[in-house]
């Protein structure tokens, strides 16, 4: 069952019914002032950082879910509606939700009263603006009324959800004309305000939650709206709130648009108040001015779109394939960077307030947008290495606001060091800008800690090299990419969390994962020094010598003693047991060992790789994607942590992990097993699953982390949507090894693996600066032609001006 369709032309998901199996989400804002919007109206906005500077409030796990977010009614005789249907939830006479790039648009209608809500972030402003354009398409005049709201959240999400005895006593609010301002905390240590205002004259407004619902109101049809009169309430601590209440008449045929403007701002120290105790509102009057009217609100609207068509235009493909062209040139790209502006942070999964930005999560957001926004990358990398410890080691997550660690989560994650490699790899085979290597980086934000960049990736070399086990593979330290597989962690207390209770290292448990990573990531750092000889102070010829002999005695590590004989082990144990060996009970095959191992080129000669990938499909591939693991663990095993407390078949216990699929993708690339390379891509694609949306519930245009796997009671049931690694990793996987258009540091290598039933596709990339025109087609007299000429080999050297480019393979 489908609940909406694709609107290719105007790069939309249209949702058809309000009644979606799940919030069906978009995000708005390109910059610091973030939204999130459901199909309904829901959702929060925040500055910067969820945590600390939330704006509106949202109620997670609520009942009924998704309440919140921008409410607006419409009284039009004695009906009361929404134009996004909630809150008030009256049925309509047509619905439609557009989810579009950066926007979401809401075109409903109710006894011949049309509405049109456009909600979206403008470039460069700390705001969000909702355009409500009303139109009578009846033969009689209409008598209107209409009541906005939104609910206050007090700055700190955390907080405000559970220091009520603070709380409920310091709400503060200011109303002047037609905008209503929050202003809690900012006479004592705040610098920041936020404030809700509309375009025209009111009649009414309310601050109070308590006087705008009522003590026995809802949201549903608060007594504001009921008795159709706000009561001009001025918030004193408990809940405030803001409401406008407008009254309009039209006559038939007669349009009119109200501009709702939801905004933050920050002001000096000294320049925080225009009379005693009276917030400086001269910031917030210059970004209300810029959207006085509909035609400024349209030009920023166009504004957007262009914007976004630039970003999208860096990669364009067209196929036959539908589906594909669907999810490369619009999907994909879109959620790589919502990805990169909030790594896991903030969504309907993720609450903003138990996470930062992640350390391997923003390296790895990274490689799927780096083609679209380089100068972006550029500053998240620097970002990113400004978090790392002296050691190599990393805080596992930093917080968008401040840009430092995040204490609350700590370290020890010893995987997340290579993943800088793997960003700053892929920003200069994507740019050309070695420069960065010598960019000074403090370490833990400390000043005067400062090393070239380069420094800090050496560092992340050694950490692995100075963290080894017994069986000379790398130590797992807290966990590895699997978060939940924590080998030194024996927890038994319920109340304490996997990620945070105390670290039981005892220099044994180790991860192949981690090995196999540093086969491929120590390489590619090893190629930067080799590149770079003699411009880099903090690397050696002797240096570079010792980390290629260590990438050796890793792979004879792997292939000693990571190989099980149909598969590759996962790890070792804190007591130096297998983990994920045909002698286990429960999880004898996990999917990451074999899709990096093969990744790394290991076993790819002797059979190995293949071997494994059969194993991967005999007992990891279902119809709806790859799982984790096979057999799920049944029983709670505290020697593997978190990864055993799950119930079968969901998140890392046998659930269809998305995020680890691409690279299983990519594995089957290296070994030209193309069709299922484009299986592997397809099962979990959401193009080409719509028609399971009914199952799937979540969005059918974006990733998720994690649908259930084989053994869970609902195979196929999607959770955790829009915020995950997925999306950079299939967009790697389709463009850089099934279309095979990979950036190298000297050119554009050209080595597609496409299925068989797919014969000829173009592809138009930017690559620092230049537009490439690229065909790729079967046929019988192979090889790559640059503007007519014939190459002898695969790669296109950097041009100066726009190519068109030719690659005939079999």
């Not at 979206?120 to 709201?149: D, G, R, W, Y």
């Not at 609910?151 to 603070?166: G, V, Y």
């Not at 601050?207 to 008795?227: H, I, M, Q, Y």
């Not at 299986?679 to 699953?689: F, K, M, V």
Request: charged share 25%; with cysteine.
């Amino acid at each position: 069952m489908k609940y909406g369709f694709f609107d290719d032309e105007k790069c939309e998901y249209v949702v058809n019914t309000p009644h979606t199996p799940l919030p069906w989400i978009n995000y708005l804002g390109t910059d610091s002032f973030f939204s999130l919007i459901s199909q309904t109206g829901g959702g929060y906005s925040f500055y910067k950082d969820a945590k600390l500077r939330r704006i509106t409030r949202y109620r997670y796990n609520n009942v009924p879910r998704d309440t919140g977010g921008r409410m607006y009614y419409i009284l039009d005789g004695e009906d009361v509606w929404s134009p996004a249907y909630s809150p008030a939830k009256a049925e309509l006479d047509t619905f439609l939700c557009r989810h579009g790039l950066g926007y979401t648009i809401f075109e409903t209608e109710k006894d011949c009263l049309a509405t049109d809500l456009t909600c979206f972030v403008p470039l460069h402003n700390s705001c969000e603006i909702n355009m409500m354009t009303l139109e009578n398409k009846s033969n009689s005049m209409k008598e209107l009324q209409i009541f906005s709201a939104v609910e206050w959240c007090l700055w700190n999400a955390l907080d405000d959800s559970q220091n009520f005895q603070r709380n409920l006593s310091i709400g503060e609010v200011e109303a002047e004309g037609s905008t209503l301002y929050h202003k809690t905390e900012f006479r004592e240590r705040r610098n920041h305000y936020s404030f809700f205002n509309v375009n025209r004259e009111i009649d009414g407004f309310d601050t109070s939650r308590d006087a705008f619902l009522g003590s026995e109101g809802d949201w549903d049809c608060p007594d504001a709206v009921k008795n159709r009169k706000s009561s001009n309430s001025i918030a004193h601590g408990w809940t405030p709130m803001a409401s406008h209440n407008i009254r309009l008449t039209l006559q038939p045929g007669e349009t009119t648009s109200l501009i709702f403007m939801l905004g933050y701002v920050e002001v000096a120290d000294d320049e925080k108040w225009s009379a005693e105790n009276i917030i400086n509102k001269e910031p917030a009057k210059m970004i209300i001015n810029q959207f006085c009217t509909p035609g400024d609100v349209e030009k920023s609207f166009r504004e957007l779109g262009v914007y976004w068509k630039k970003l999208l235009s860096a990669f364009q493909l067209e196929s036959k394939e539908i589906e594909l062209n669907r999810m490369v040139n619009i999907w994909n790209q879109y959620q790589n960077m919502i990805t990169y502006h909030l790594s896991r942070s903030a969504s309907y999964y993720e609450s903003g307030i138990g996470r930062g930005m992640g350390f391997r999560d923003s390296c790895q957001d990274l490689l799927g947008f780096v083609h679209m926004a380089p100068e972006k990358a550029r500053c998240r990398i620097l970002d990113i290495a400004a978090t790392q410890m002296e050691d190599g080691s990393a805080w596992h997550q930093y917080q968008p606001l401040t840009k430092r660690g995040n204490a609350d989560i700590g370290s020890g994650f010893n995987d997340d060091p290579l993943w800088l490699i793997a960003a700053v790899d892929a920003y200069i085979r994507e740019t050309g800008d070695g420069d960065i290597l010598k960019e000074p980086v403090c370490f833990n934000n400390v000043l005067g800690s400062e090393r070239e960049l380069i420094e800090h990736l050496k560092r992340s070399v050694h950490f692995i090299t100075s963290h080894l086990g017994p069986h000379g593979l790398p130590l797992i330290g807290r966990a590895d990419w699997n978060d939940c597989l924590n080998l030194n962690c024996f927890s038994t207390d319920p109340a304490e969390s996997f990620q945070t209770c105390v670290n039981r290292d005892t220099g044994i448990a180790e991860s192949i994962m981690i090995a196999a990573m540093f086969v491929i990531y120590a390489e590619k750092y090893t190629t930067l020094c080799d590149i770079y000889d003699g411009e880099l102070e903090s690397v050696s010829g002797e240096e570079t010598k010792e980390v290629k002999g260590a990438i050796q005695m890793m792979k004879c590590s792997i292939e000693v003693f990571g190989w099980d004989g149909r598969w590759f082990l996962r790890a070792y144990d804190s007591n130096g047991e297998k983990v994920g060996s045909d002698d286990c009970h429960e999880g004898k095959i996990y999917i990451e060992p074999q899709s990096f191992c093969v990744m790394a080129g290991i076993g790819v000669e002797d059979g190995k790789a293949k071997r494994a990938l059969k194993s991967v499909n005999e007992y990891l591939t279902t119809p709806y994607g790859t799982c984790l693991l096979w057999p799920c663990y049944k029983t709670y095993h505290p020697e593997l942590g978190e990864i055993s407390s799950y119930p079968s078949g969901y998140k890392e216990n046998g659930g269809i992990f998305c995020h680890s699929n691409p690279w299983l993708c990519i594995a089957n690339t290296v070994i030209g097993e193309q069709n299922e390379a484009f299986e592997i891509y397809r099962r979990i694609s959401p193009a080409y699953t719509e028609h399971l949306s009914e199952l799937r519930k979540t969005e059918p245009y974006v990733y998720c982390q994690m649908l259930a796997g084989q053994e869970a009671p609902i195979p196929g049931e999607g959770k955790n949507s829009w915020l995950t690694g997925t999306a950079a990793w299939n967009f790697v996987a389709v463009s850089q090894y099934i279309l095979g258009i990979r950036p190298e540091y000297d050119g554009l290598h050209i080595q597609p693996c496409l299925p068989e039933h797919i014969h000829r596709v173009k592809v138009t990339r930017l690559f620092r600066g230049i537009r490439y025109n690229i065909v790729l087609r079967r046929g019988t007299e192979k090889g790559l032609w640059i503007n007519g000429r014939k190459l002898d080999n695969n790669t296109i050297p950097v041009a100066e001006k726009e190519t068109n480019v030719e690659y005939v393979f079999e």
